[in-house]
C-alpha cells in the first residue's frame, strides 16, 4: 500500500499523566510507528485527530522522546562531529522498551 | 667560544673585509687560548683517528719528518687526515652523515638492523663506494697540490712552535697531514688570489670547493663540518671532558678555513696572535655583541658559512644572549623560543607572547589527529555515520552499565542479543550479567564470550531456559562434563547446540551426549578442543543420522580416517571442517561430497592446506545447492582448478558467500569466470592476499552486475586502484563494506557513496 504522508504542520503526543507535546509532523515521522499512523491509507483515528495519546509513556519518557525527534531531526545529514544525545542511565531500559515500539 | 662565535658574524656584517680580517685572528685566537676546552680538543689527537692512521691506505702518506706544530694546525691536520680515509662526494645532500659512510664500506658482509639513518642514505643513494671513487680522485688531485706547495709548506712549518707535551700520540698524524695542511694553505692563497682578481675561480680540488654554491647548503663544505664536529665528537666521547662548545669549535674551524679564512690566513704570517691583539678582538667583539641578529641575516642568505654559522649560533642554555624582539639582555634556557623569522633567540616575555597562538595551532593539530583517529576507529566497529537510532543509543548505555541493572525486561530478543554481543565484547559478560539474558521462553540462546562464566552459571541456562532449541556457547574453557550432560537431559527440545573453547569436557561426555540426545540433534558445532576423537565421531554418526549442521572448528584430532565416518550424515547441508591440526587429503572430503553434497548448502574448508583441485571437481560435480563457500588458505589450489569450477556450473545457480581468502594462485582468468557464473548472486566476497590479480583482473567489472553484493574484501591485492574501486561502486549498489587493508595505490581522491565503509585505507590510518 502506497504511504500517503501529509508532513505538514504539527501533531500532538499526549503522555499518559496528561502532558501534551506539540511538534511538527515532519519530526515526529522519525519515528516509523507514528508515520505508519498517519498514513491516510491506513485510516487510523490520530490521523484523523492529529493526536497520538501514549497510554504507555509518561511525560518524562515522551518528552525525552521528543528531544529525541528534534535531535536526529537537527543532525540528519550533518557532516561533521555530532554530539552526543545524553540519555540518564536510570531511564534507558523504558527508554529501549519505548523506541522498540516506535521503531525510531 | 659561542660568543666570540657571534663576535664575528657581527664583525663581518659591518665592515666587510677588514674586519673579517680581523675577525679570523681573533677566531684562532679562541682557539688557541688556553683555556681548558680548547686544549681538550686540540692536545690529545683523537684516539679513533690514530686508529686509522695505522691503516695501510694511509701508509704512504707518513712519510717526512716528525714536526711539532702548533694545536690549532694540529687540529686542521687532523682533520685533513680525516678526509682523506672519509672521502666525501661533494653532489651528495647528506653530508652531516657523512660520518656513517667508513662504517658503510667495511668489507665484511655483515649485515645487522640498519638504523633509520642507513636506510635513509641507501634510498637516497649515497653509496660508499661511489664517495670512495670521487675520494680517490681527490686524493690524487691533493697529492699532487701536495707536492707543488711543498716547499712553501716547508716553511710555513719551520715557523710554526709548539709546545704540546704528548707529541709522541700524534707524531704520526702530523707527519700524515702535513701535505695536506699544506694543500689547503696553497689553496686559500690561491683562492685569495682569485678574489683579488674577481674571477670567483672555483677550485674544486677539495670539498672546499663549493662552498659558494648557493644549493650547496647539505653538501661540500658544511658536510665536512659535519664529519669534523663528529670526529671531535667522537674525540669527545673518549674523553668524556670535552663539553658542546668543542662542537661548536669545529664549527669554526670549518667556517674559519672556507671562506673568512682564506685572507686571513694568506696575510698572517704569524700563528699566534700578540696578547695585545688579543685583547683589540676582544673589546671589538663586545662591542659587536648586540647586533648580532641583523648580521646573521647577510650571512645565512646565500652562503653555507651563513648554514654553518646559523646552527652554531644557537646559544646553549645558561648563557647571556639578547631578545631578538626586544633587544633585552636575558639568560637563555632550554625553553627560550626562537625568534620570530627564526634567528636569535626571545626573552621570557617576548616568548610567552605567542604562546597562546602556539598553544592554539598544536590543539588544533592535536584535535585533527584525534578525528581522523576516531573516525577510523569508527570504520572499524562498522559505526554508521550519522544520528544513531535511540534503541542503539540505548543499547548501547545498558550495555555501559550492565552491572547496574537489575532486569532486562522485555526489551526484545533482538535488543538483547545486541547488548549481549557488546558486553561480550566489553568482556563484561559473568556471572552476575548472564542471568540477565535468562528468559524463561528464550528459544535461542547466544552468549560470545563465556571465559568469565562458571560452569555452574553455565548450568543454570539449562534449569532456566527449559524451552531452548539453539543454544551457542563461545569460549566456555570453564564448562565441566556436568554441565553437558545436564544440557542433555534437562534441555528437551534442544535441536543445536554449539560449544566452542571447551577444552575440559571429555570424549566419554560427548558420547553420553549424543546418545541422550539421538536424532533430535539437527545441528552441532565444536570447536577448540583435543577431547573430540573418533570414538566422539562415531558416536555422532550412529546416533544423530538426522544432522543437518555440522561444525568442527580447530580440533586436533581430526583426520582422514575420522572425516570418512562423515559419510554416514546424508543430510548435512551445512558442513565445516576448518583449520584441522591434522593433515586432511583430498579423498575424504571427496567421499562425503560424493555422498552429501547435492545437499549441501555452505561448505567451509579453511585452513585444510592439502586440497587441491580434485575437492573443486567434486564440488563441481555434486554441489547444486551450495550457496556458502569458504576455502580460505588453501594454497595449493590452481587458477585452472578455481575457473573450472565456476566454468559452465549450471548445476548451481550461484553463490551468495565466496571465500577465497590468500587462494594465492587465483588470477584473472578465474576471477573472471566467478564473476560470470556468481556474479548477480554474491553477497559477500573475500579475496583477501589474492596476489597475482593484476590490473587485468578489474576487467570484468565493465561488463557485470553484482546487483546483492554488500561485502567485498581486496586486502592486500596490489592492483587496486582508485578506479577499481569506483567501478566496483558503479556495478554493486548496495555495496556497505570493503576492506582495502594494504592496497597502498588507493588514494583519498577515490570517489566514495554515503554510507559506504571503505575500512583500512592508508590515508585513513597515517596522521
Not at chain 2, 690549532?72 to 647528506?94: E, G, K, M, N, Y
Not at chain 2, 578506479?723 to 566496483?728: A, N, Q, S
Request: hydrophobic fraction near 35%; aromatic fraction near 6%; glycine fraction near 8%.
Amino acid at each position: 500500500m502506497a504511504e500517503v504522508l501529509d508532513d505538514q504542520g504539527s501533531l500532538t503526543l499526549i503522555s499518559n499523566d496528561g502532558f501534551q507535546f506539540v511538534i511538527p509532523k515532519k519530526t515526529a515521522f522519525a519515528s516509523k510507528t507514528i508515520r505508519n499512523m498517519f498514513n491516510k491509507n491506513t485510516g487510523y483515528i490520530e490521523a484523523k485527530e492529529n493526536c497520538v495519546r501514549f497510554e504507555e509513556m509518561n511525560a518524562v519518557i515522551l518528552e525525552k522522546v521528543c528531544e529525541y525527534f528534534c535531535y536526529k531531526e537537527k543532525y540528519a545529514g550533518f557532516g561533521g562531529n555530532i554530539p552526543d544525545f545524553n540519555i540518564p542511565p536510570e531511564m534507558a531500559l523504558e527508554l529501549m522498551t519505548i523506541a522498540d515500539f516506535l521503531e525510531t | 667560544m659561542t660568543t666570540g662565535f657571534h663576535e664575528r658574524t657581527r664583525l663581518e656584517g659591518e665592515d666587510g673585509d677588514g674586519l673579517r680580517e680581523g675577525l679570523t685572528r681573533q677566531l684562532k685566537t679562541s682557539l688557541l687560548l688556553p683555556t681548558r676546552r680548547t686544549r681538550q680538543v686540540t692536545l690529545c689527537p683523537p684516539p679513533f683517528l690514530l686508529q686509522h692512521i695505522s691503516d695501510p691506505a694511509v701508509a704512504v702518506r707518513r712519510k717526512g719528518p716528525v714536526r711539532k706544530r702548533h694545536p690549532i694546525r694540529r687540529l686542521f691536520a687532523s682533520q685533513s687526515s680525516f678526509q682523506t680515509l672519509t672521502p666525501i662526494s661533494p653532489d651528495s645532500r647528506i653530508s652531516g652523515h657523512r660520518h656513517r659512510c667508513p662504517t658503510m664500506s667495511r668489507p665484511n658482509n655483515v649485515r645487522g638492523p640498519n638504523s633509520a639513518l642507513t636506510e635513509y642514505l641507501r634510498e637516497k643513494g649515497v653509496s660508499a663506494r661511489e664517495i670512495q671513487a670521487q675520494a680517490a680522485r681527490r686524493r690524487a688531485e691533493a697529492a699532487a697540490q701536495a707536492e707543488q706547495a711543498a716547499q712553501a709548506t716547508a716553511e710555513d712549518q719551520d715557523g710554526v712552535q709548539n709546545d704540546d707535551d704528548d707529541d709522541d700520540d700524534e707524531g704520526e698524524p702530523v707527519a700524515e697531514s702535513s701535505a695536506a695542511g699544506a694543500r689547503r694553505r696553497t689553496t686559500r692563497s690561491r683562492r685569495k688570489v682569485a678574489t683579488d682578481d674577481g674571477e670567483g675561480e672555483d677550485g674544486d680540488e677539495d670539498g672546499d670547493g663549493d662552498e659558494y654554491m648557493p644549493d650547496a647548503r647539505w653538501s661540500g663544505s658544511e658536510g665536512e663540518a659535519g664529519a669534523r664536529a663528529e670526529q671531535v665528537e667522537n674525540s669527545k666521547k673518549r674523553r668524556r671532558s670535552t663539553t658542546t662548545v668543542t662542537v661548536n669549535l669545529s664549527y669554526l674551524g670549518e667556517g674559519l678555513d672556507d671562506s673568512v679564512t682564506a685572507e686571513a690566513s694568506a696575510s698572517a704570517g704569524k700563528r699566534k696572535p700578540t696578547k695585545a691583539q688579543l685583547k683589540k678582538l676582544k673589546e671589538a667583539a663586545k662591542k659587536s655583541k648586540k647586533g648580532r641578529k641583523g648580521d646573521d641575516d647577510d650571512l645565512s642568505d646565500n652562503s653555507d658559512l651563513g648554514f654553518v654559522l646559523q646552527r652554531a649560533s644557537i646559544p646553549i642554555p645558561g648563557q647571556i644572549a639578547f631578545c631578538a624582539e626586544c633587544n633585552c639582555r636575558f639568560t637563555v634556557t632550554p625553553y627560550s623560543r626562537s625568534g620570530p623569522n627564526g634567528e636569535g633567540l626571545l626573552c621570557h616575555l617576548c616568548g610567552k607572547k605567542n604562546a597562546p597562538v602556539e598553544v592554539a595551532a598544536r590543539k588544533k593539530k592535536l584535535a585533527g589527529r584525534a578525528h581522523k583517529k576516531s573516525h577510523a576507529r569508527a570504520l572499524l566497529d562498522r559505526n554508521t555515520a550519522g544520528v544513531k537510532t535511540l534503541q542503539e543509543l540505548c543499547v548501547q548505555l545498558v550495555a555501559k552499565h550492565i552491572d547496574d541493572v537489575e532486569a532486562l525486561g522485555s526489551i526484545g530478543s533482538y535488543n538483547m542479543d545486541k547488548i549481549c554481543q557488546i558486553i561480550s565484547k566489553n568482556r563484561s559478560l559473568t556471572d552476575h550479567t548472564i542471568k540477565l539474558f535468562l528468559e524463561p521462553a528464550e528459544e535461542v540462546l547466544r552468549f560470545y564470550d563465556c571465559s568469565k562464566i562458571q560452569s555452574n552459571s553455565l548450568r543454570q541456562i539449562g534449569a532456566f531456559v527449559p524451552t531452548l532449541r539453539r543454544l551457542d556457547l563461545r569460549f566456555c574453557g570453564r564448562m565441566t562434563d556436568d554441565c553437558l550432560d545436564y544440557y542433555a537431559t534437562q534441555l528437551r527440545q534442544l535441536e543445536s547446540i554449539e560449544i566452542y573453547g571447551a577444552f575440559n569436557v571429555t570424549e566419554e561426555c560427548y558420547i553420553r551426549f549424543f546418545q541422550t540426545v539421538g536424532k533430535r540433534l539437527k545441528g552441532f558445532g565444536v570447536g577448540d578442543t583435543s577431547r573430540f576423537q573418533v570414538a566422539a565421531m562415531e558416536a555422532l554418526v550412529d546416533n544423530c543420522p538426522d544432522l543437518e549442521m555440522l561444525r568442527l572448528r580447530t580440533i586436533t584430532h581430526i583426520d582422514d580416517e575420522c572425516l570418512r565416518l562423515l559419510t554416514g550424515l546424508p543430510n548435512l547441508r551445512v558442513l565445516e571442517i576448518s583449520q584441522s591440526d591434522q593433515d586432511i587429503t583430498d579423498q575424504p572430503i571427496i567421499d562425503i561430497l560424493n555422498t552429501c553434497g547435492s545437499a549441501l548448502q555452505e561448505l567451509n574448508l579453511d585452513g585444510c592446506a592439502l586440497l587441491t583441485d580434485a575437492v573443486l571437481d567434486a564440488i563441481h560435480q555434486s554441489c547444486g545447492q551450495l550457496e556458502i563457500l569458504s576455502l580460505e588458505e588453501l594454497g595449493l589450489l590452481t587458477n585452472e582448478g578455481l575457473s573450472k569450477l565456476f566454468m559452465d556450473w549450471s548445476v548451481n545457480e550461484g553463490l551468495k558467500s565466496l571465500n577465497l581468502c590468500r587462494c594465492v594462485c587465483l588470477e584473472a582468468s578465474g576471477l573472471a569466470r566467478v564473476a560470470d557464473h556468481s556474479g548477480e548472486t554474491l553477497q559477500r566476497l573475500n579475496l583477501n592476499s589474492c596476489k597475482e590479480l593484476g590490473e587485468d583482473a578489474w576487467g570484468f567489472l565493465t561488463g557485470c552486475h553484482m546487483k546483492w553484493l554488500e561485502e567485498v574484501d581486496l586486502s592486500f591485492i596490489r592492483s587496486v586502484t582508485d578506479t577499481v574501486v569506483e567501478d566496483l561502486l558503479r556495478v554493486s549498489p548496495v555495496l556497505k563494506d570493503v576492506n582495502v587493508w594494504g592496497c597502498h595505490k588507493l588514494t583519498e581522491a577515490v570517489q566514495l557513496r554515503e554510507g559506504l565503509h571503505l575500512i583500512g585505507r592508508e590515508a585513513d590510518l597515517v596522521s
